[in-house]
Structures are given as C-alpha cells and as structure tokens.
C-alpha cells in the first residue's frame, strides 16, 4: 500500500527506441555497438526523469534535473556493462563499456554546456564530472550482483540492493519532502522498466539478422 501523499505515476505514453540494424553487413564491433547504445542509455534515463516528474517528484529545470540524469545515466551504464559481460569477451567488454561512457558523456556535456552553461575556468568540465561519477559509481554497484532466478537464464537483472543503492543515489538530487518515497518508486517501477527495455536493446543490437521497424519499447515522453 502507498504512504499517505506519496507520488503515484500515471499512466504515460511509448517511447518507441530502435533497437535493431537495419542493413546486413559485416558484425559490428563494440564500438559501433556502444554507440548505438549510447544513444539508448541517454533517452531511456530522460524518460526515467520525465516519468518521475509526472509522479509529482519535484525535478527542477537546472542543475536538480542534471544531478537526477547523471546518477539515472551512471545506473543505465552499470546495467549495460553486466549485459555486456554475458555477451562479449573481457577486451571488447572494456572497449565496449569505455566507448559507451565517453558516447553518453559527450551527450550529457553538449546539453549542460547549452542549458547551464561551461563550468568556470579551473572546474572539471561536465564530460569530466560525469566520468568520474561514472567511475566511483561502478565501483560502488559491483558490491551488488543479479537476481538468481534470471541469472541462471542468463539474463541480468540487478538484485535488491543493487536497485535500492541506485534510489539511494537519487534521493539528494530531490527536495527533501519526496526523498521519503525515491527508493519505493526507482524499485516498483523506474529501474526494472528500464532494465528490461535495455536488456531488449542490448539483445537485439547484437542480432546480427536486420529486422525493419523492429524496435524496443518503454513508458515515457
């Protein structure tokens, strides 16, 4: 049962996210591959934000949404990383999950830069802040490991802990009136919807069979 005044997502329309090559040709390489997912990691977490925000969680335009996308696009990058684990072997997961992280942080840096501005002269650049994060916070979820029951069909699912350190890391991006709820609402619903429509993705770029309008589906705007 939901606490009294805790925030309740409405129902939200699909995102559509294309997930498949749509031309036959020589196998991908990680890199290619990482950049394809990039472009994945980045609208799936911003439709992790927007979710939210229509549950009432309060996610101001500024540096709040930039502090909730980044903590939201550091998890998408641990879970693309243990995905790539069951499907590649240890070099090109490294080449993989390196080229996926500088793909995202270029991204995130092009829209803090044009929203925020640069930071001041001296300060680590938005590219920078972010891979840092991305590395302390790798670190911090490889405490944590996969459901047992998906892991023995090879299929990754962050366990409980894994998900509430995630709600954890969210809860100082928001005021405090809705920190009370962040872990409810990221394990209930945010995280195992954005995991599984990374698991499709991750699945369907490395077919290597072209399907036309084949495409991986999550709620959001």
Same mark, same amino acid.
């Given at each position: 049962?939901?606490?009294?005044?805790?925030?309740?997502?409405?129902?939200?329309?699909?995102?559509?996210?294309?997930?498949?090559?749509?031309?036959?040709?020589?196998?991908?390489?990680?890199?290619?591959?990482?950049?394809?997912?990039?472009?994945?990691?980045?609208?799936?977490?911003?439709?992790?934000?927007?979710?939210?925000?229509?549950?009432?969680?309060?996610?101001?335009?500024?540096?709040?949404?930039?502090?909730?996308?980044?903590?939201?696009?550091?998890?998408?990058?641990?879970?693309?990383?243990?995905?790539?684990?069951?499907?590649?072997?240890?070099?090109?997961?490294?080449?993989?999950?390196?080229?996926?992280?500088? /793909?995202?942080?270029?991204?995130? /840096?092009?829209?803090?830069?044009?929203?925020?501005?640069?930071?001041?002269?001296?300060?680590?650049?938005?590219?920078?802040?972010?891979?840092?994060?991305?590395?302390?916070?790798?670190?911090?979820?490889?405490?944590?490991?996969?459901?047992?029951?998906?892991?023995?069909?090879?299929?990754?699912?962050?366990?409980?802990?894994?998900?509430?350190?995630?709600?954890?890391?969210?809860?100082?991006?928001?005021?405090?009136?809705?920190?009370?709820?962040?872990?409810?609402?990221?394990?209930?619903?945010?995280?195992? /919807?954005?995991?599984?429509?990374?698991?499709?993705?991750?699945?369907?770029?490395?077919?290597?069979?072209?399907?036309?309008?084949?495409?991986?589906?999550?709620?959001?705007?």
């Amino acid at each position: 049962m939901n606490a009294p005044n805790a925030p309740q997502a409405p129902a939200t329309p699909a995102l559509r996210i294309k997930s498949r090559w749509f031309r036959a040709g020589a196998p991908r390489g990680p890199a290619e591959q990482a950049s394809a997912m990039g472009f994945i990691v980045w609208r799936v977490a911003r439709a992790v934000l927007e979710r939210m925000r229509g549950a009432h969680f309060d996610i101001d335009a500024g540096p709040a949404y930039f502090e909730f996308l980044r903590e939201t696009l550091a998890f998408a990058v641990a879970c693309v990383d243990r995905l790539a684990h069951a499907r590649l072997d240890a070099a090109a997961r490294v080449e993989f999950t390196t080229a996926l992280v500088r /793909q995202v942080a270029r991204t995130l /840096q092009d829209n803090e830069d044009e929203l925020l501005g640069a930071p001041p002269p001296g300060a680590p650049g938005h590219r920078e802040a972010f891979i840092d994060l991305v590395n302390a916070r790798m670190g911090e979820y490889a405490d944590f490991g996969a459901d047992a029951a998906r892991a023995e069909r090879s299929e990754f699912e962050p366990d409980f802990g894994f998900l509430r350190y995630y709600g954890s890391c969210l809860e100082p991006t928001l005021p405090p009136k809705d920190r009370p709820w962040v872990i409810d609402q990221v394990m209930a619903a945010e995280a195992p /919807q954005l995991v599984a429509t990374l698991r499709g993705a991750m699945a369907d770029l490395h077919d290597p069979a072209p399907r036309r309008a084949a495409r991986a589906r999550l709620s959001g705007d």
